[in-house]
Each structure stands twice: as structure tokens, then as C-alpha cells.
């Protein structure tokens, strides 16, 4: 069974810098690509950041580009997102989410539990 | 980059069909795949559609994925309505570098 739990989340103040974690279980992870979504309060899903099985190819939402940065340990079996310059807008649920497949091009078919981040002064 | 638009919210009573619409802004809806995925009220989201028309393992037969080429659109169709349905649901598409989710539609059973 298909398993990723996300931590990481918390409070930060506008500017600041969070790191999250998903650690993944039930599948060969390294097949797999990646992504996280996060929704706003009350708001939809946007997509935020995906990357391939490797970790070679990755990209990101026009909203995030150059804030956030998406990588993965194979080793360790775990995606992290690194983001930074926090601001309002940043605040939402965050999940990781696992690919049908290798490369980042494809659907996604398994959801992980979600990390709350609340950017406030 | 494209958008997915959805209507707000639809309704159905138990037992009927009720279909909700994704429409492409630009670009061929045909482009790329779509997808559906239901949200329950506190609970993470789950794939019901995937590269269109295909369906989980595990997701029910009532549940199917369309295309329409004359309104650049994409659907999902519940039969046989049950109040478990009640959700939120997402379509969801991608290009080479970027994935793009339709707004959402809330789905009530009366």
C-alpha cells in the first residue's frame, strides 16, 4: 500500500524559510515522479513543483519559481520542498503526491496526508 | 499556460446522473490527458479519472471520463448517485512542464 506522510509544516513569519519532508512507503520509490500541491484555506488545489524519479528534471509554478526548490533521496526514500521568502499567499495544506510513472509528464494516482503552513507575522 | 474552468457546484438527488464539465481556455483539450480526483470534506484527494477515461482499481464503474472536441471539454460522469459522492472534485491536466487544476466543483446530493 501506497503510503506519504508529509511533516515539516508550521508557523513562519513573512520572509522566512521552511523546510518540508514526505517520506514514502508501499512502492520502489526511486520509479517514481513526484510532485506537491498545496490549497489555501477554503480555496482549490495548485499544483506547486514536480520532479522525475531521478531527481534530474524539474519544475516549478510561475508562483513559486525561484522561492521554492523541490528535491528527493532515493536513498532515504523521502521528497523535500525548501522553501524560502515566504509570504501570505504561501499559506496553505501541503502534500506530496506520487506519479504513475517516471517522468514528470504524467498523472498522479496517489495522495499523501498534507503539512499546514501559515506564513504570519 | 492554460486554464481548466469549472462550473461552482453541481447537484443530483440519489440515484441519478449528474456530469461535471472542464473546459480548456487554450489549446486542445485533446492535447493532453485528463484527470478527475474526488475530495471528501477533510480528507485528502483520490484519482476517480485518469488519461481521460480510465479508472483506478477500486473506484466504482458509475464514475466515467469524457471528451468533447466541439467545446474543448472534459467530463465526469456520476451514475447512480449515492451521498458518499459528496465531494469536491478536480480535473487536472499537464503539459511537458506544467500541471494545471480546474477550480473545482462542488458536488451536493440531495
Known amino acids: 500500500e501506497v503510503q506519504l506522510v508529509g511533516s515539516g509544516g508550521g508557523l513562519v513569519q513573512p520572509g522566512g524559510s521552511l523546510r518540508l519532508s514526505c517520506a514514502a512507503s508501499?512502492?520502489?520509490?526511486?520509479?517514481?515522479?513526484m510532485s506537491w500541491v498545496r490549497q489555501a484555506p477554503g480555496k482549490g488545489l495548485e499544483w506547486v513543483s514536480v520532479?522525475?524519479?531521478?531527481?534530474?528534471?524539474?519544475y516549478y509554478a510561475d508562483s513559486v519559481k525561484g522561492r521554492f526548490t523541490i528535491s528527493r533521496d532515493n536513498s532515504k526514500n523521502t521528497l523535500y520542498l525548501q522553501m524560502n521568502s515566504l509570504t501570505a499567499g504561501d499559506t496553505a495544506v501541503y502534500s506530496c503526491?506520487?506519479?504513475?510513472?517516471?517522468?514528470?509528464?504524467?498523472?498522479?494516482?496517489?495522495w499523501g496526508q498534507g503539512t499546514l503552513v501559515t506564513v504570519s507575522s | 499556460n492554460f486554464m481548466l474552468i469549472q462550473p461552482h457546484s453541481v447537484s443530483g438527488s440519489p440515484g441519478k446522473t449528474i456530469t461535471i464539465s472542464c473546459t480548456r481556455s487554450?489549446?486542445?483539450?485533446?492535447?493532453?490527458?485528463v484527470q478527475w480526483y474526488q475530495q471528501r470534506p477533510g480528507s485528502s484527494p483520490i484519482t476517480v479519472i485518469y488519461?481521460?477515461?480510465?479508472?483506478p482499481s477500486g473506484v466504482p464503474e458509475r464514475f466515467s471520463g469524457s471528451l468533447d472536441s466541439s467545446s474543448n471539454s472534459a467530463s465526469l460522469s456520476i451514475s447512480g448517485l449515492r451521498t458518499e459522492d459528496e465531494a469536491d472534485y478536480y480535473c487536472?491536466?499537464?503539459?511537458?512542464?506544467?500541471?494545471?487544476f480546474g477550480g473545482g466543483t462542488k458536488l451536493t446530493v440531495l
Open positions: 503526491a506520487k506519479h504513475y510513472d517516471f517522468l514528470p509528464a504524467t498523472p498522479i494516482d496517489s
Open positions: 508501499g512502492f520502489t520509490f526511486s520509479d517514481y515522479a
Open positions: 487554450s489549446g486542445n483539450i485533446a492535447s493532453n490527458y
Open positions: 488519461e481521460d477515461n480510465q479508472r
Open positions: 520532479l522525475s524519479g531521478s531527481g534530474g528534471i524539474t
Open positions: 487536472q491536466s499537464f503539459d511537458t512542464s506544467n500541471h494545471v
